[in-house]
């Protein structure tokens, strides 16, 4: 199965919040956007599947919900652990 980040559901700042956004970057904006993507690649990262195609075997993630599920654990151990 392959699976996709689109880049606004990246939760990298500065990063546009859609896709209509991202098609209005210019050269210089978008290399720099397609740079700090290719940062990602290869790193453990947390993320939430949003959507499941099995007829094509594929999935969209968001790393952005991801994180902000995974902060929500954390708090919630660091507040039983420092009591």
């Given at each position: 199965m392959i699976g996709r980040i689109p880049a606004y559901e990246t939760g990298l700042n500065g990063v546009p919040k859609t896709a209509?956004?991202?098609?209005?970057?210019?050269?210089?904006?978008?290399?720099?956007l397609a740079n700090?993507?290719?940062?990602?690649?290869?790193?453990?990262?947390?993320i939430l599947i949003?959507?499941?195609?099995?007829?094509?075997?594929?999935f969209v993630a968001s790393r952005r919900l991801g994180r902000e599920i995974m902060a929500k654990v954390t708090w919630k151990k660091i507040a039983v652990g420092a009591a």
């Open positions: 209509r956004e991202i098609a209005k970057l210019s050269g210089k904006n978008l290399r720099e700090r993507l290719k940062n990602l690649v290869g790193r453990k990262i947390w949003t959507t499941v195609n099995k007829q094509n075997e594929d």
